[in-house]
């Protein structure tokens, strides 16, 4: 069976919904759940493409704390291979405060923790050759993979021959750009969501953003657009996917279940658009659940939900 390895951030979330009113400072606001998740794109997206019937590695670290302890037992528990996850002793685990609204929409206090010690020097690329591709989760929360860093792990991945996606994340320090541009000729997906990918590129219609990223060397791009849907494109064929109608009850996660779901069909050997069509509906899936890896179970439950919305994906 084809196999997918996720490197990249590693999280402990800490969900808190909904969230109507910010308290005002020294005062306390009423939620009506607060729960711990597994969180982080890396882990999110291994999650749901396990579930999904994939072969999966995560790849990155951990600190050497409760929450750690919580994300391994979490990803073994999923049957994620976690042998490369390497446990830093004097830092902690990465962790995310997730503030639910009543639409599903959400904010986030992020700490970088392990992840920000996560570097070119723990990837064994020789174990990389087990996989047919190798996913980089959370660019732009990872201070260890900028820049020629991050192009020395994508160049390597390349010349191993590999399939190489990358995924952006928020990045909070405005620097954009930069960080990834020497990178982005090597990757064959390229996956961010409207909002990074109108940061990065300036451009603000999705297909001139696509176009960006193309012209760059990329050689697909995938733009996620949460409630108003997708955008995939390789220069050639191009679709914009509209959003299923459902009902949103936790939107954390649902672009890191998208990438899953596109590369599990990548892994099927299913045309670009169809990855495009099973991931567009892995997403939908993914609101539907509070937390990041809940609301996508199975394969056959992806099925059955993308057929109860006609759309058809098997």
């Given at each position: 069976m084809e196999k997918l390895a996720c490197l990249g951030i590693l999280v402990g979330d800490f969900i808190v919904r909904p969230v109507k009113q910010m308290p005002?400072?020294?005062?306390?606001?009423?939620?009506d759940t607060c729960e711990l998740h597994l969180g982080g794109c890396a882990s999110n997206t291994a999650t749901v493409a396990r579930n999904l019937g994939i072969n999966v590695s995560v790849i990155g670290k951990?600190?050497?704390?409760?929450?750690?302890?919580?994300?391994?037992?979490?990803?073994?528990?999923?049957?994620?291979d976690v042998s490369r996850v390497r446990i830093e002793k004097d830092i902690t685990t990465s962790g995310t405060a997730v503030l639910v609204f009543p639409d599903g929409e959400r904010s986030f206090l992020h700490s970088f923790g392990a992840n920000s010690r996560f570097s070119v020097d723990d990837i064994d690329f020789?174990?990389?050759?087990?996989?047919?591709?190798v996913h980089v989760a959370g660019i732009l929360l990872l201070p260890g993979l900028e820049g020629e860093n991050l192009k020395e792990l994508a160049r390597r991945v390349k010349a191993i021959g590999r399939i190489l996606s990358f995924d952006t994340a928020w990045d909070s320090t405005g620097r954009w750009l930069p960080v990834i541009e020497e990178s982005i000729e090597f990757v064959d997906y390229?996956?961010?969501s409207i909002e990074e990918a109108k940061m990065l590129s300036g451009q603000s219609h999705y297909e001139d953003m696509a176009k960006f990223f193309i012209d760059r060397g990329a050689k697909n791009i995938c733009i996620k657009m949460g409630p108003d849907g997708s955008f995939v494109t390789n220069g050639k064929e191009k679709k914009f996917f509209s959003a299923l109608k459902v009902n949103?009850?936790?939107?954390?996660?649902?672009?890191?279940?998208?990438?899953?779901?596109?590369?599990?069909?990548?892994?099927?050997?299913?045309?670009?658009?169809?990855?495009?069509?099973?991931?567009?509906?892995?997403?939908?899936?993914?609101?539907t659940a509070v937390g990041a890896t809940s609301g996508v179970k199975s394969w056959e439950a992806l099925v059955s939900f993308a057929k109860e919305h006609n759309v058809e994906i098997s």
């Open positions: 005002e400072r020294g005062k306390l606001t009423l939620v951990l600190g050497n704390d409760a929450l750690g302890e919580f994300v391994m037992a979490t990803l073994k528990n999923s049957g994620i020789d174990y990389l050759k087990n996989f047919s591709i390229f996956f961010t949103a009850i936790d939107s954390t996660g649902a672009g890191d279940a998208y990438v899953a779901g596109f590369l599990t069909a990548l892994l099927r050997k299913y045309p670009l658009m169809k990855c495009g069509l099973l991931a567009n509906t892995a997403g939908a899936m993914a609101v």
